[in-house]
């Protein structure tokens, strides 16, 4: 679900502000992460282990997907989404995830 909304799945998709591939990871994060942003395999591995470090900090999937999307300094100081584009990346993601989660 989140690779639908950050890229629609999209492998050679790059952001305005540099996030690339199918989870539209920064690069400074996959570096952190000791991954590559333009592989497809790593770059789903590198936002995997992103989504797990946000939900770690924040406890909750709505917070950690505001994390991701916002970056976590945002989500913390704003104490949730920082903004209404924040909140719709969320339900999006939600919806997404909702309408798959019984398909097998």
Not at 14 to 41: C, F, I, K, W, Y
Not at 88 to 101: C, G, P, Q, R, S
């Amino acid at each position: 679900a989140v690779a639908k909304v950050e890229s629609n799945l999209r492998q050679n998709a790059t952001s305005t502000v540099g996030a690339r591939g199918v989870l539209q990871v920064m690069p400074a994060t996959a570096r952190a992460l000791a991954l590559n942003p333009d592989e497809a395999n790593t770059n789903i591995l590198a936002g995997a282990r992103y989504l797990r470090q946000m939900l770690n900090e924040f406890g909750t999937m709505d917070l950690a997907l505001a994390a991701y999307n916002a970056g976590p300094t945002a989500v913390a100081n704003a104490g949730g989404a920082p903004s209404s584009d924040v909140l719709t990346y969320v339900a999006n993601v939600d919806l997404i995830w909702h309408n798959h989660a019984g398909c097998s």
